[in-house]
Protein backbone atom coordinates (compact mmCIF):
# COMPACT_ATOMS: atom_id res chain seq x y z
CA UNK A 1 0.00 0.00 0.00
CA UNK A 2 1.07 3.70 -0.55
CA UNK A 3 0.27 6.47 1.14
CA UNK A 4 0.21 10.04 -0.53
CA UNK A 5 0.42 13.13 1.56
CA UNK A 6 0.11 16.68 -0.33
CA UNK A 7 1.10 19.98 1.22
CA UNK A 8 1.91 23.62 -0.07
CA UNK A 9 -1.40 24.75 -0.48
CA UNK A 10 -2.92 28.12 0.80
CA UNK A 11 -4.32 31.42 -0.06
CA UNK A 12 -2.73 33.36 -2.63
CA UNK A 13 -3.68 36.59 -4.89
CA UNK A 14 -4.33 36.36 -8.58
CA UNK A 15 -1.14 36.52 -10.80
CA UNK A 16 0.89 34.73 -7.71
CA UNK A 17 2.46 31.30 -7.33
CA UNK A 18 2.53 27.82 -5.13
CA UNK A 19 4.74 24.78 -4.89
CA UNK A 20 2.77 21.71 -3.98
CA UNK A 21 4.69 18.87 -2.84
CA UNK A 22 3.37 15.05 -2.85
CA UNK A 23 5.48 12.53 -1.04
CA UNK A 24 5.35 9.12 -0.80
CA UNK A 25 5.28 5.99 1.68
CA UNK A 26 4.42 2.97 2.79
CA UNK A 27 5.23 -0.63 1.90
CA UNK A 28 4.86 0.48 -2.03
CA UNK A 29 6.83 3.41 -1.49
CA UNK A 30 9.69 2.20 -3.16
CA UNK A 31 8.35 1.58 -6.66
CA UNK A 32 7.04 5.11 -7.05
CA UNK A 33 9.91 5.67 -9.16
CA UNK A 34 8.19 3.23 -12.12
CA UNK A 35 5.18 4.60 -12.82
CA UNK A 36 3.46 8.03 -13.99
CA UNK A 37 2.47 10.37 -11.40
CA UNK A 38 0.02 13.09 -11.80
CA UNK A 39 -1.79 15.99 -9.79
CA UNK A 40 -5.11 16.16 -10.28
CA UNK A 41 -8.07 18.97 -8.91
CA UNK A 42 -11.08 19.17 -7.99
CA UNK A 43 -12.89 22.66 -7.90
CA UNK A 44 -16.47 22.75 -5.78
CA UNK A 45 -19.04 21.28 -8.11
CA UNK A 46 -17.13 20.30 -10.55
CA UNK A 47 -15.11 16.88 -11.45
CA UNK A 48 -11.84 16.24 -10.61
CA UNK A 49 -9.34 16.32 -13.42
CA UNK A 50 -5.72 15.69 -14.32
CA UNK A 51 -3.69 19.06 -15.01
CA UNK A 52 -0.39 17.61 -14.66
CA UNK A 53 1.60 14.08 -15.83
CA UNK A 54 5.37 13.09 -15.70
CA UNK A 55 6.52 10.32 -17.04
CA UNK A 56 8.87 7.91 -14.56
CA UNK A 57 12.01 9.13 -17.04
CA UNK A 58 10.31 13.13 -16.53
CA UNK A 59 8.08 13.41 -19.58
CA UNK A 60 5.39 15.82 -19.11
CA UNK A 61 2.41 16.44 -19.83
CA UNK A 62 -0.34 19.27 -19.02
CA UNK A 63 -3.71 20.35 -19.41
CA UNK A 64 -4.55 22.96 -22.11
CA UNK A 65 -5.54 25.27 -18.74
CA UNK A 66 -2.18 25.09 -16.94
CA UNK A 67 0.14 24.71 -20.08
CA UNK A 68 2.67 27.42 -19.81
CA UNK A 69 1.99 28.09 -15.87
CA UNK A 70 2.44 25.01 -14.14
CA UNK A 71 5.50 22.87 -14.06
CA UNK A 72 5.73 19.24 -12.30
CA UNK A 73 8.66 17.43 -11.50
CA UNK A 74 9.39 14.42 -9.33
CA UNK A 75 12.52 13.31 -7.54
CA UNK A 76 12.52 9.56 -7.52
CA UNK A 77 15.16 9.05 -4.43
CA UNK A 78 12.46 11.22 -2.24
CA UNK A 79 9.57 9.14 -3.50
CA UNK A 80 8.27 13.00 -3.68
CA UNK A 81 6.61 14.71 -6.88
CA UNK A 82 5.75 18.69 -6.84
CA UNK A 83 3.76 21.27 -8.79
CA UNK A 84 5.51 24.64 -9.44
CA UNK A 85 2.32 26.96 -9.51
CA UNK A 86 2.99 30.12 -11.34
CA UNK A 87 0.89 32.88 -12.43
CA UNK A 88 -2.59 31.88 -10.67
CA UNK A 89 -6.06 32.61 -11.81
CA UNK A 90 -9.03 32.40 -9.76
CA UNK A 91 -9.88 29.61 -11.59
CA UNK A 92 -7.49 27.76 -10.29
CA UNK A 93 -9.01 27.33 -7.06
CA UNK A 94 -9.52 23.75 -6.04
CA UNK A 95 -8.55 21.29 -3.95
CA UNK A 96 -5.09 19.96 -5.64
CA UNK A 97 -4.17 15.35 -5.25
CA UNK A 98 -1.16 13.70 -6.53
CA UNK A 99 -1.74 10.29 -7.69
CA UNK A 100 -0.79 7.86 -10.19
CA UNK A 101 -1.59 7.96 -13.98
CA UNK A 102 -3.91 6.18 -14.51
CA UNK A 103 -5.21 6.85 -10.84
CA UNK A 104 -5.14 4.18 -8.34
CA UNK A 105 -8.64 4.21 -5.93
CA UNK A 106 -6.98 3.62 -2.68
CA UNK A 107 -3.96 5.98 -3.01
CA UNK A 108 -6.18 9.18 -2.69
CA UNK A 109 -4.94 11.04 0.15
CA UNK A 110 -6.55 14.21 1.40
CA UNK A 111 -5.30 17.02 -1.38
CA UNK A 112 -4.28 20.39 -0.56
CA UNK A 113 -6.17 23.30 -0.65
CA UNK A 114 -5.48 25.91 -3.06
CA UNK A 115 -7.66 29.40 -3.22
CA UNK A 116 -6.47 31.89 -5.31
CA UNK A 117 -8.13 35.40 -4.85
CA UNK A 118 -7.86 39.09 -4.39
Known amino acids: QVQLVESGGGLVQPGGSLRLSCAAS???????????MGWYRQAPGKQRELVAT???????NYAGSVKGRFTVSRDNAKNTVSLQMNSLKPEDTAVYYC?????????WGQGTQVTVSS
Open 99 to 107: NRVPQILDY
Open 26 to 36: GSSGNTFRLYN
Open 54 to 60: ITPGGGT
